[in-house]
């Protein structure tokens, strides 16, 4: 639990320096840079949210510039959702701060503990279901 703590610390840290979203409005903003455009109601089921909720947050992520609605011109009742460049910059820069604050905890661990540290995360990140998210992933540099 204690190590629960310092993980969630982190990514709370990383996303207040943000200053401009929720974490649920971050954690759409994740699905939508790791998974492309969505429907709200796939995006909603990936959130684990009613339609409705996710529509009001994405109303607010819309009014702060974060993601683009389209509708798609065979199904004009169809809409899709993206990330805008500043919903992207804004992800980056979320993942840029985490990943320096994860590389600061790791620099403090013998190296012989690397790659044990990183075997458990992983393994807590699948029975978990959560999948690897590309580039925001990618690039740790202590592995």
């Known amino acids: 639990m204690t190590a629960s703590r310092a993980l969630v610390a982190i990514a709370a840290r990383s996303l207040a320096a943000a200053g401009e979203v929720t974490l649920p409005q971050y954690r759409a903003l994740v699905v939508l840079a790791t998974r492309g455009p969505q429907r709200p109601v796939d995006l909603a089921t990936a959130l684990g949210v009613n339609p ?65 540290v990183i075997t458990a995360l992983q393994a807590i990140s699948e029975a978990a279901g959560e999948t690897p998210e590309g580039d925001l992933d990618a690039g740790l540099g202590w592995y």
């Open 52 to 116: 409705s909720s996710a529509t009001r947050l994405l109303d607010r992520l819309a009014v702060a510039g974060l993601i683009r609605r389209t509708r798609l011109r065979a199904d004009r009742r169809s809409l899709r959702v993206a990330l805008s460049p500043a919903g992207r910059d804004l992800v980056a820069e979320v993942t840029r701060r985490r990943r320096a604050e994860v590389e600061r905890l790791f620099a403090a661990l013998p190296a012989d503990q690397h790659a044990l």
